[in-house]
Structures are given as structure tokens and as C-alpha cells.
T-cell receptor, first 115, second 113 residues
Framework: GAGVSQSPRYKVTKRGQDVALRCDPI?????LYWYRQALGQGPEFLTY????????KSGLPNDRFSAERPEGSISTLTIQRTEQRDSAMYRCASSNSQGNGEKLFFGSGTQLSVL | AQSVSQHNHHVILSEAASLELGCNYS??????LFWYVQYPGQHLQLLLK??????LVKGIKGFEAEFIKSKFSFNLRKPSVQWSDTAEYFC???????????FGTGTRLKVLA
């Protein structure tokens, strides 16, 4: 596609429910990042994929968070048993470099609200 | 641990005023430096970047930034701001040769018409 696409744009859920956030990167981009951004903060690294390989998941806060990119394209970030503290903007970004610090292309983000 | 500091969280300027947003990072190795901008209702997009060479880099819309290695700084400047520059600005650092990207906390700029 023309840009990085994220869905849904907004997600409101009740505490305890599972949510799945989708990211469709720019076609051909091998690197894919997930970031989380709380109000008044900068994007905080969650996880990084090189093709389908999850090379770094050190930023995932706990084991309720997981991510996959099974075919090296679309990625899903899943949060199980959501808690109010999970409320944030979740941003996906892709890059056409294999992790060499090149420019990131961001999607519009998913604003998650956990009630 | 590596970190990026942006000293100004909120800045309010009148049109035609000059702008300088501070950014400092902590990392002893080779870095790539970026400024990203998020206009209201839009996604984060690249404003300018520094990889090597001339430490004064120019970006879109009249913005520029200067890398001062001795000060671990990469401040963003614009001589004369416009109302349309109202946005949130993020400084970011990537560790050269790696995928690691670290963002600052952002500066919200409001330009009064």
C-alpha cells in the first residue's frame, strides 16, 4: 500500500477483554516496529521484526502482550486480559532497511482505551 | 541505558518568531539522529535526519538541525515559524548499524497567528 495502515483507529474495550491491533506495513518493507505512546510521552519501543522473525521483544511490558508477523508482512499486536494501564496510542512503523537505523514510516496509530 | 531528552515540553510562539528546540542524547557510540513531527490529526513523519557529514542538516519546511557531537545535542531550529508549524516534535536517535530507535518525550509547539 501507499503507507503504513493500522486498524482499528480507535478501540474501546472493557477491562479483562483481549484486543488485537493490526499493522499493514508498506509493501516490501522488511523491518517492522511496534511502539506505545502514553499521553505526554514519546513513543516507547515494544518489539521489532525483521521479516517474520521477532528479533527483539524486550519492550513488551509483560506476558499479556504478544506480537506476530507470520508471513513477514502484516503484523498483529495482541493484548490479553487488558487493564486500564494499557490505555495508550499504539504505533506501528516500518522501514525498508534491515535494521540499520533508516527512516521510519509510521501509521496513524490505534488509540486504545480500556474502561 | 541510552536515552533522549527534550527539554521543552510546551512552547508557545507568535508567528515570525524564531524557534529552537533542544535535544540531547546519551550514548557513547555512533548514532543517527532524527526529528519527527506530528501535525494535528496526522501520523508521525520525518522532518530531517543526520547520518554523517555536514553537522548542519536541512529538512522540510525551512527547518534545520545541528549535530554537536561534543555536547551530544541535535537541536532543531527555524528562523521564522508559521501558524502551520503547530505540531508535536520528537527527537529520535538510532544506534548506527542496529534497529534500535529511541524517542524523546516530545515538544508541543503552538504558534499563534
Amino acid at each position: 500500500g501507499a503507507g503504513v495502515s493500522q486498524s482499528p483507529r480507535y478501540k474501546v474495550t472493557k477491562r479483562g477483554q483481549d484486543v488485537a491491533l493490526r499493522c499493514d506495513p508498506i509493501s516490501g518493507h522488511v523491518s517492522l516496529y511496534w511502539y506505545r505512546q502514553a499521553l505526554g510521552q514519546g513513543p516507547e519501543f515494544l518489539t521489532y521484526f525483521n521479516y517474520e522473525a521477532q528479533q527483539d521483544k524486550s519492550g513488551l511490558p509483560n506476558d499479556r502482550f504478544s506480537a506476530e508477523r507470520p508471513e513477514g508482512s502484516i503484523s498483529t499486536l495482541t493484548i490479553q486480559r487488558t487493564e486500564q494501564r494499557d490505555s495508550a496510542m499504539y504505533r506501528c512503523a516500518s522501514s525498508n532497511s534491515q535494521g540499520n537505523g533508516e527512516k521510519l514510516f509510521f501509521g496513524s496509530g490505534t488509540q486504545l482505551s480500556v474502561l | 541505558a541510552q536515552s533522549v531528552s527534550q527539554h521543552n515540553h510546551h512552547v508557545i510562539l507568535s508567528e515570525a518568531a524564531s524557534l529552537e528546540l533542544g535535544c540531547n542524547y546519551s550514548y557513547g557510540g555512533t548514532v543517527n539522529l532524527f526529528w519527527y513531527v506530528q501535525y494535528p490529526g496526522q501520523h508521525l513523519q520525518l522532518l530531517l535526519k543526520y547520518f554523517s557529514g555536514d553537522p548542519l542538516v536541512k529538512g522540510i519546511k525551512g527547518f534545520e538541525a545541528e549535530f554537536i557531537k561534543s555536547k551530544f545535542s541535535f537541536n532543531l531550529r527555524k528562523p521564522s515559524v508559521q501558524w502551520s508549524d503547530t505540531a508535536e516534535y520528537f527527537c529520535a536517535v538510532s544506534l548506527s548499524g542496529t534497529y534500535k530507535y529511541i524517542f524523546g518525550t516530545g515538544t508541543r509547539l503552538k504558534v499563534l497567528a
